[in-house]
């Protein structure tokens, strides 16, 4: 119904920079949230940075002051631009949307299929 489709990810040194982008596609009515989560071996998924509809942004404290996360509700994407990256980022990071899809009157979570971030010390 809701398809989301992350691209970016890659290596970097510490204190580089890397940009994160989320299209979504498919039967899509209205999308309320959209974000990026991470996980990174051995923990359990975190928030890393959330926007809504109306480009309200809420970032994990680890974050912020260093990441960006941006809208395009033409687009229907989201983007993470991510600097002065530590090695501690490493992580896959997945994108997320709360959204309502044309078939039905309830909004569901959808999630990406994750990119790999590295940052190397």
């Known amino acids: 119904q809701v398809q989301l489709v992350e691209s970016g990810g890659g290596l970097v040194q510490a204190g580089g920079s890397l940009r994160l982008s989320c299209t979504a596609s498919g039967s899509i009515f209205s999308i309320n949230f959209m974000g990026w989560y991470r996980q990174a071996p051995g923990k359990q998924r975190e928030l890393v940075a959330t926007?809504?509809?109306?480009?309200?942004?809420n970032y994990a404290d680890s974050v912020k002051g260093r990441f960006t996360i941006s809208r395009d509700n033409a687009k229907i994407a989201v983007n993470l631009q991510m600097n002065s990256l530590k090695p501690e980022d490493t992580a896959v990071y997945y994108c997320?949307?709360?959204?309502?899809?044309?078939?039905?009157?309830?909004?569901?979570?959808?999630w990406g299929q994750g990119t790999q971030v590295t940052v190397s010390s």
């Open positions: 926007i809504t509809s109306g480009r309200s942004a």
């Open positions: 997320y949307a709360n959204a309502r899809p044309t078939t039905s009157e309830f909004s569901y979570s959808y």
